[in-house]
């Protein structure tokens, strides 16, 4: 099974995989590229809200991964926009049309992302063979996991960074030039260290998941309007 990890960075995204003989890291800048990789793959983990609600302001499932992380690292996780709001124009009435569904405004933080949300999903909308292969996932849950049920470092640290790399390097050897290449190859304002290891973490799940066999929060999830699974995916 050919498996990859993907999260946004400035660029647009990135992607790797680890692929046994296919390892690989690339940036991919526009929607056809995202396509082309999503086409590309029987697997991704990616770092983006992918099932919607209509009328609830917070999803179950980022409820229960905030419980997951606890403490400090609950706050990267935020609620992303319902989905009327969606394809809300500007922030003025996506924030006027979440108040309406929910008396709650969307925050700023998620409405920064919500071009990236749109574009994931209208690829999964025009493709019925993605919704279950590109599946939602969050690096600081997978790197809990992987650090056994801890994670000691904040990754907008030096130390954390080091620390994640760290857990990556440990079970794939490529990561180590990987992460090296990259950082030559790239500027900051393209691709940060952060987007790097999440993109890691991402790419190394999704490529145990065949062995490990792939959890959700919630266990038992349900499927939004637009037939998208509301769950966050891990191993």
């Known amino acids: 099974m050919k498996t990859a990890g993907i999260d946004g960075c400035k660029a647009g995204w990135i992607l790797i995989s680890f692929h046994e003989g296919e390892e690989k890291y690339e940036i991919l800048r526009d929607k056809e590229a995202l396509k082309t990789a999503f086409e ?7 770092d983006m809200p992918i099932g919607l609600e209509d009328e609830e302001y917070t999803r179950e499932a980022d409820e229960l991964l905030r ?3 606890g403490g400090e690292y609950a706050s990267s996780v ?3 926009p319902i989905r009327p709001a969606l394809m809300a124009p500007s922030y003025v009435e996506a924030n006027m049309i979440s108040h309406e569904y929910t008396d709650k405004k969307l925050t700023l933080q998620a409405w920064n992302i919500t071009p990236k949300i749109q574009m994931v999903d209208e690829l999964l909308r025009a493709d019925e063979n993605l ?29 954390g960074i080091k620390h994640r790399l760290e857990l990556i390097k440990n079970r794939e050897t490529a990561a180590d030039d990987f992460f090296r290449d990259i950082k030559e190859e790239f500027r900051r304002n393209e691709v940060e260290e952060d987007d790097i290891v999440d993109a890691m973490v991402l790419a190394y799940c999704a490529k145990i998941s065949e062995e490990e066999g792939i959890k959700t929060l919630p266990e038992e999830f349900e499927y ?3 037939g998208m699974r509301k769950a966050v995916h891990y191993v």
């Not at 994670?151 to 030096?158: A, H």
């Open 67 to 69: 419980k997951k992380l």
């Open 131 to 159: 919704k279950d292969k590109v599946l939602e996932s969050h690096p600081e849950l997978l790197f809990q996991k992987l650090n056994g049920g801890m994670i000691y470092q904040k990754k907008n640290l030096k130390k």
């Open 224 to 226: 939004d309007s637009e």
């Open 78 to 80: 935020f609620s992303p």
């Open 40 to 46: 590309s793959y029987d697997l991704i983990f990616i």
